[in-house]
């Protein structure tokens, strides 16, 4: 301790960031040190505070303090730091980080004119008993100035409907993170509001989730979220990984060449089928809350959808009228797609009367256990049935899409292109045998996608 305390003195009145750790027999010097240089010290980052039994308070005040980092305690119970840590009082505190068991009361008034705030627990920061959505707000509505607010696995418990709470307005967000269940989420963003352009992203973590936890989630977000109209997607992507998590991202374009990513989504829950769920019940309800008139690209990847039936198809195509590109992933080569992109058989057609009129892109997934002829030998099944649709389609004005055949096994793909002739654009086909590429940003279209 002796040369710690030398070095403080040789450096005088420069600024100090401390990394400070409670280590048994430097625990109580180490404090009083720290406590003697607060008054200089610009950033103090506090791990594995639990060896302190009562937890210091650094009682002075520390005017020059702008990031404030707590990371460490024991899993028993928590460690709450006193009302009266540093005073309360730290008016340059700009950034705090809080993880792992520890916790500062969400009245403290530490809590205020923070640009960042991160909070990863277990428990309420309160501690586990202790906490309130009251409380919770009640910081939020001070700390207007946040630019970046990460809240995982911290909610209180869900307010009763019959309480009414305050609504907390974060004007100035950029970006937006919250992680817990989904019972919790959806009721602290039902009490949140926040500006349009902030990034957003909701990671949900549930045990259990039905197909009615869904549609009522999305009954609160995105629309409860922001206090002008929300952000309107223009690009959706929906990334299934193994078999029981669904990542969604949801992209607006602020210009012509620039993704800007709006909102991202994932659930994550025991596998769908111990709840009698199907992809399509979750999907389905995040499509239907995201998707509008201006969404032009859609991809599906990892996932199987060979529940979507004409209905589904036709539905999809009302809500997102002007899609352009769509790749649906595995399963969605079928008949179904192909009748349903086929346009009525009535006289006096126009292109709006096509399902997807505006379509200019298709990607599809070939199983290898697809059939790739008739049983005479004839043409492939369904690219015949699909170049028959396609030709149908241009007959009445609307434009040819390129298409792109991915064949993840070993197989002939002549017969694919074979029924189409000189009538598309383009024809790809892929024989790619590895896992799919894997889009984290919308961004990537632009290489990805043309």
């Known amino acids: 301790m002796a040369w710690m305390e030398k070095m403080m003195e040789r450096a005088r009145a420069v600024p100090l960031s401390l990394e400070v750790g409670a280590y048994p027999g430097l625990g109580t010097d180490m404090v009083a040190l720290v406590s003697k240089n607060m008054h200089r010290c610009r950033s103090l980052s506090l791990r594995q505070f639990w060896c302190f039994n009562p937890c210091p308070s650094f009682g002075i005040k520390a005017p020059l303090l702008q990031r404030l980092e707590i990371m460490g ?74 630019e970046v607010l ?29 992680t817990g269940a989904l019972e919790d989420c959806a009721c602290f963003l039902r009490q949140v509001t ?12 549930s045990f259990g989730i039905s197909k009615v936890d ?56 025991k596998p769908i089928q111990s709840l009698g769920m199907s992809p399509l019940d979750l999907m389905w309800p995040c499509f239907v809350a995201l998707a509008s008139p201006q969404l032009r690209s859609f991809r599906i990847l990892q996932g199987d959808i060979k529940g979507w039936d004409v209905e589904v198809w036709r539905k999809l195509a009302h809500i997102a009228p002007g899609l352009q590109r769509l790749s649906p992933g595995m399963g969605a080569l079928s008949a179904e797609l192909c009748k349903a992109l086929r346009p ?7 292109p709006a009367d096509c399902c997807l009129p505006e379509l200019s892109y298709l ?31 241009a007959m009445i004005g609307c434009p040819t899409p390129e298409l792109v055949f ?45």
């Not at 209180?156 to 019959?162: D, F, G, V």
């Not at 299934?240 to 994932?266: C, Y």
């Not at 990607?363 to 149908?392: F, K, Q, R």
């Open 214 to 269: 869904v549609e009522e989630f999305f009954t609160v977000f995105p629309s409860q979220l922001y206090t002008t109209p929300p952000p309107i997607a223009q690009a959706l992507q929906f990334t299934w990984r193994n078999g029981k998590e669904l990542e969604v991202d949801a992209q607006t374009i602020q210009q012509s060449t620039e993704f800007k990513s709006s909102f991202h989504i994932s659930f994550k829950w």
């Open 344 to 350: 009525p058989s009535e006289p006096d057609l126009a």
């Open 73 to 146: 305690s024991q899993p028993t119970g928590g460690f709450v730091f006193p009302l009266d840590f540093l005073r309360g009082r730290a008016p340059s505190l700009r950034h705090v980080r809080i993880e792992a068991f520890s916790y500062i009361p969400w009245h403290s008034t530490l809590f205020v004119n923070l640009i960042s705030l991160e909070v990863d627990t277990a428990v309420g920061p309160n501690g586990p008993d202790e906490s309130s959505v009251e409380m919770l707000l009640s910081a939020l509505a001070r700390m207007s100035t946040l």
């Open 406 to 450: 991915s064949v993840p096994c070993e197989r002939s793909s002549k017969g694919w292109s074979e029924p189409f002739g000189d009538t598309v654009p383009g024809i790809t086909i892929r024989e790619d045998q590895g896992e799919p590429a894997v889009v984290s940003r919308i961004g990537e279209y632009k290489t990805l996608w043309g």
């Open 363 to 393: 990607e599809l997934e070939v199983p290898c256990d697809l059939p790739m002829t008739t049983p005479d030998g004839g043409e492939t099944v369904l690219s015949a049935l699909l170049a028959h649709s396609l030709a149908a389609r």
């Open 194 to 205: 926040t500006n349009a352009t902030a990034v957003v992203r909701v990671d949900i973590r």
């Open 150 to 178: 990460s809240l995982h696995n911290c909610f209180p418990h869900p307010t009763p409907p019959t309480r009414v709470v305050a609504r907390a307005h974060l004007p100035n967000l950029r970006l937006f993170r919250v």
